[in-house]
Every structure is written in structure tokens, then in C-alpha cells.
């Protein structure tokens, strides 16, 4: 698991903070995980990323960071290989008025526990996004 220890203020769904491209060196926890792929003998795999590479660089943050995407990848600087990848990104997401505008029918029942498909119909958008907004 990757420890966001970069910074504070930058959080996601549910309070988690985001990870970006200043989480460097060891910043695992545990500290070493499976086995290392580089060099002989065999050794657990204890990452000191150097650089991310395909981060998200339309949205910059203090000092320089750019939040990390599923697709980002870590260069070891053990190997010096970026080989370093994002399993599980941890975020789930929460569904919104575009979602909702464009379910199905039979799908809309999925988003509105009340179980009313017509529940959420173009008429309502307008809460749901003041709903979408103060979620996030």
C-alpha cells in the first residue's frame, strides 16, 4: 500500500489523501513486498521510486505535484525500471447527474434506492447535482 505522505490537503472519496508524483522513495507499507525481479539472488521487492511516470499533468498541485492515474508507474531505483504499477487505486466512484441522465430505465433502479425508476428523471437533475455537490 502506497502511504501519501506528501502532503495533507488534497483529499478524495472518503477522505483519502491523493497520491501524486512527490511520493517517493520507500513510501510502502509494508516496506518490502513481494520479490524482487532484478538481480541474483532473489530478494523481497523493497521499491525506492525515483520518478512517476503518466501522471495526470492538466492539474498541478503545491510544489510541483501531479496526482497520480491507474495507469502511472513507478521507476525502482533499484532496477531502474519503471515497474512500480498501481493495483488498486483505492477510490470509488460516486455516482453523479451525468450518470444518472445517462442510465437506462432498468438501471436507474440500481441508482435510486427507492427503487422508482422514474424517480430519477430529467425533472430532478437539478437536486441531484446540488446532492453531487455537497458529497463532493
Not at 472518503?14 to 538481480?39: D, I, R, W
Not at 460516486?94 to 422508482?116: C, F, R, Y
Not at 430532478?124 to 446540488?130: A, P
Amino acid at each position: 500500500m502506497l502511504k501519501v505522505s506528501s502532503h495533507q490537503k488534497v483529499v478524495l472519496n472518503a477522505n483519502k489523501k491523493m497520491a501524486t508524483s512527490k511520493e517517493l522513495q520507500n513510501t510502502f507499507y509494508p516496506p518490502a513486498f513481494g520479490v524482487c525481479n532484478f538481480g541474483y539472488p532473489s530478494k523481497p521487492c523493497a521499491p525506492a521510486i525515483t520518478q512517476w511516470l503518466n501522471v495526470y499533468q492538466s492539474m498541478r498541485l503545491p510544489r510541483g505535484a501531479f496526482p497520480l492515474m491507474p495507469d502511472s508507474k513507478g521507476i525502482c531505483a533499484v532496477s531502474g525500471a519503471p515497474c512500480v504499477e498501481i493495483t488498486n487505486h483505492g477510490q470509488i466512484e460516486i455516482p453523479g447527474a451525468s450518470h444518472v441522465k445517462n442510465a437506462s430505465a432498468e438501471h436507474q433502479t440500481d441508482l435510486d434506492p427507492s427503487g422508482n425508476p422514474m424517480g430519477l428523471s430529467e425533472e430532478n437533475e437539478d437536486d441531484f447535482e446540488k446532492i453531487e455537490l455537497m458529497l463532493g
